[in-house]
T-cell receptor, first 112, second 114 residues
Framework: SQQGEEDPQALSIQEGENATMNCSYKTSINNLQWYRQNSGRGLVHLILIRSNEREKHSGRLRVTLDTSKKSSSLLITASRAADTASYFCATDARGSNYKLTFGKGTLLTVNP | GAVVSQHPSWVICKSGTSVKIECRSLDFQATTMFWYRQFPKQSLMLMATSNEGSKATYEQGVEKDKFLINHASLTLSTLTVTSAHPEDSSFYIC??????????FGPGTRLLVL
């Protein structure tokens, strides 16, 4: 069953604005990962946050993890048109042997 | 970063034929690779876990005789779609695990069965 659920399903913003996407999951996890997918392409790994971490930064990306609420958020600051893509969270559940369960994704459109 | 390649990037075949897709980790060894399937505008669905030197582990509902997986070496896993039918048309993506945490994904293979 799908574990990660992102919201919103679609988000449209103007260049320069910040974009926030949320992800909820159901079981205990080892880590949570965020990926980006441009239309018809493979996935690009953005950031991994472990279950004992609460926040992580990478460039314009900021990820938070709240294991008590089983949720995570991805913030993209100062968005660019090139950030237009689908964003997926994926959870590595405890005992899953590194298998990832993907959410349905958020389609982000950044308008120039 | 770690690079995973897939070949071919797209393939069109006639119904009833078999298609082989290769997944390679180019600059690291991967004891575990995964195969996913993605339908248009949907998320990735895990099909199977490919382990080097042993049989693949298939997810519930995935026919192992339909989707043959061979993990021949630490850098190569292959997925063969046997007797392909139009409903097998999809985007197939592989991933390889590096450093036991991060999965790196290939660029995907688009399969169209006529």
């Amino acid at each position: 069953s799908q574990q990660g659920e992102e919201d919103p399903q679609a988000l449209s913003i103007q260049e320069g604005e910040n974009a926030t996407m949320n992800c909820s999951y159901k079981t205990s996890i080892n880590n949570l990962q965020w990926y980006r997918q441009n239309s018809g392409r493979g996935l690009v790994h953005l950031i991994l946050i472990r279950s004992n971490e609460r926040e992580k930064h990478s460039g314009r990306l900021r990820v938070t993890l709240d294991t008590s609420k089983k949720s995570s958020s991805l913030l993209i600051t100062a968005s660019r048109a090139a950030d237009t893509a689908s964003y997926f969270c994926a959870t590595d559940a405890r005992g899953s042997n590194y298998k990832l369960t993907f959410g349905k994704g958020t389609l982000l459109t950044v308008n120039p | 970063g770690a690079v995973v390649s897939q070949h071919p990037s797209w393939v069109i075949c006639k119904s009833g034929t078999s298609v082989k897709i290769e997944c390679r980790s180019l600059d690291f060894q991967a004891t575990t690779m995964f195969w996913y399937r993605q339908f248009p505008k949907q998320s990735l669905m895990l099909m199977a876990t490919s382990n080097e030197g042993s049989k693949a582990t298939y997810e519930q509902g995935v026919e192992k005789d339909k989707f043959l997986i061979n993990h021949a070496s630490l850098t190569l896993s292959t997925l063969t779609v046997t007797s392909a039918h139009p409903e097998d048309s999809s985007f197939y993506i592989c991933s390889a695990v590096e450093l036991k945490e991060t999965q790196y994904f290939g660029p995907g293979t688009r399969l169209l069965v006529l």
